[in-house]
């Protein structure tokens, strides 16, 4: 498969050449037609869907060959028709927790630029705090989840509490870094100019630290559909998470299935929106 | 006439005056002196052109001019008052060695950021038009590329034309051409002379090529390390404009020798 499109691939180049070959000039340019964006997007999107097949392939043999039960591995098939049959109630529970998930990571990138900002402009304040926030982050949102949960009750609250707390240490990390990553020379650069410190915050610091931040706003968008999830678990009736309990204790794998689906499709869906935020912000970055 | 600017400048008061500097740094390794009281004096629109051997405090002494650094002892004078003046007033501009462009502004912004900090250009302050400024070293038709779009030599001109911006009285280039290839570096040092002719600018300009130190200044400061002062000083008694065939010259070769022998005893 790979040698043909190799093949047809160089055909067409071979075709340009002789068609420029009255140049003998062109010697350095490259062998083959450069691509239009879209023909490498098609071609990046081909071998993207074939690897999709070859594993649900991969997996129906398994299950064919090894003989699994429905209830523990269900087939693609199964999956497949739960995702069609179950749509609605898939999609009523998705909705909750895409509030949630999204309601967290705001909140919590949010609070994580603000602490990093102050973070950075107070030593004393860093120092006070920054080992505490180390501690709360060593602590797992699995334990911390029950402690909210106890506090604040079953509603929205707890578990947008924990989506925006697992959205908020990577986010605060990676800021306090950013901020702080400016080189000597742009500082001395700065300094010649005779700039104020809110200049220089404004000005260079802020710039510096944009590719760190969104680099932790991918991480944190997908993590706090994680949180929400978790969240659920612990108490909810309706959500991914709750259906996901409900699926594994009626043994409605493919249901199951299912809504792992819709989850990581959420995910991806705001790991996307921030992706394409970066692009239209972060637009000075070589591609 | 440059013989008359030289004898000009000498007398008349000196745009930087540099008496008995020592600088010394704490680091891991203890106290390093890098400079030792130092002494220069370089004259009002005069291009001075410092060499030395690596650590030898070249970049240092420059900082020291743009008050970036304070001495620990000794005085900085930028005509006649003390060197942190001089960078409030914005009478200083620094050409760092790999440009220090932002990346997230285009060529034109860029240069224009000298304009919207630490006063800018408020207050009837002298300035220049950045696109003149751009267009003066060459970059007509780039002003909104990007600083990745633009090659090498292309940045470090657009870092002049930034340095040029609030129309400083000295400029201070630490190594601007170290990391170009031979034909850029040499197109540049033309250019260079050129700016210096239209603006009149003091300037002291720090490099390690013996070539260019000769071609450029009107006097080679040959500095010696361990700690770093002034070794020698070598007038180069040619006119402007200079134009490339001059290394082959021999008043430029018989210089150059001096000034690697110089280099040899530092």
């Known amino acids: 498969m790979k040698t043909g499109t190799a093949a047809t691939d160089d055909a067409a180049g071979d075709g340009m050449k002789t068609d420029a070959a009255a140049t003998p000039q062109d010697e350095g340019t490259p062998r083959r037609a450069p691509r239009t964006p879209w023909q490498s997007h098609l071609r990046t999107a081909f071998w993207v869907i074939l690897g999709f097949v070859v594993t649900i392939a991969v997996w129906q043999s398994i299950i064919t060959i090894r003989d699994v039960p429905n209830y523990v591995v269900p087939p693609p098939g199964d999956v497949w028709e739960s995702l069609n049959s179950d749509f609605d109630t898939l999609w009523s529970n998705t909705k909750p927790t895409a509030i949630e998930s999204i309601g967290g990571f705001m909140i919590g990138s949010l609070g994580a630029i603000v602490l990093a900002i102050i973070f950075v402009h107070s030593r004393i304040i860093s120092r006070m705090f920054l080992p505490i926030v180390i501690v709360i982050r060593t602590i797992p949102v699995v334990a911390i989840a029950p402690v909210l949960v106890l506090m604040l009750g079953n509603g929205l609250a707890p578990k947008v509490v924990i989506a925006a707390l697992i959205s908020f240490f990577p986010t605060l990390v990676n800021m306090v870094e950013g901020l702080q990553s400016v080189d000597s020379q742009s500082v001395e650069l700065f300094r010649v100019l005779s700039a104020s410190k809110w200049e220089v915050f404004w000005k260079l610091r802020i710039y510096k630290s944009l590719p760190f931040l969104f680099a932790s706003l991918k991480i944190a968008s997908t993590a706090s559909v994680i949180g929400a ?59 | 006439m440059i013989s008359d600017q030289l004898t000009d400048s000498r007398d008349a008061q000196a745009a930087i005056e540099v008496a008995n500097a020592t600088v010394r740094f704490n680091t891991d390794q203890g106290e390093v002196t890098a400079l030792q009281d130092l002494s220069v004096e370089i004259g009002v629109g005069q291009l001075a052109t410092v060499i030395g051997p690596s650590g030898c405090g070249k970049s240092t002494l420059l900082r020291l001019i743009a008050d970036l650094l304070a001495p620990t002892a000794g005085n900085v004078a930028v005509f006649g008052a003390p060197s942190h003046r001089a960078r409030k007033a914005r009478r200083l501009g620094f050409v760092f060695q790999d440009a220090a462009l932002l990346p997230w502004r285009t060529a034109i912004r860029n240069v224009e950021l000298p304009l919207e900090v630490g006063g800018g250009a408020s207050g009837g302050r002298p300035h220049r038009d950045p696109g003149e400024l ?74 390690h090529s013996i ?31 200079r134009t490339p065939d001059l290394r082959e010259s021999t008043e430029f070769v018989t210089i150059a020798a001096q000034v690697r022998r110089a280099l040899e005893t530092a």
């Open chain 2, 134 to 207: 751009l267009d003066l070293v060459g970059l007509n038709g780039r002003h909104h590329a990007y600083p990745q779009e633009l090659s090498g030599g292309m940045r470090q001109r657009v870092s002049i034309a930034r340095a040029l911006v609030t129309q400083p009285q000295v400029l201070l280039m630490d190594e601007p051409f170290g990391a170009l290839d031979a034909i850029t570096r040499g197109r540049l040092n033309v250019e260079l002379l050129n700016i210096w002719a239209k603006t009149a600018t003091t300037i002291v300009f720090v490099t």
């Open chain 2, 211 to 241: 070539d260019e130190a000769v071609f450029l200044g009107q006097r080679v400061i040959v500095m010696s390390a361990n700690p770093g002062r002034v070794h020698r000083e070598i007038d180069v008694p040619i006119g402007y404009p």
């Open chain 1, 229 to 287: 999830v978790v969240a659920e678990w612990i108490g909810s009736d309706e959500g991914l998470g709750a259906l996901i309990i409900l699926a594994t204790f009626n043994f409605r794998t493919s249901l199951l299935y299912a809504t792992m689906v819709f989850a990581s499709i959420l995910a991806l869906v705001l790991f996307a929106a921030i992706a394409l935020l970066e692009r239209l912000v972060v637009r000075w970055q070589p591609e």
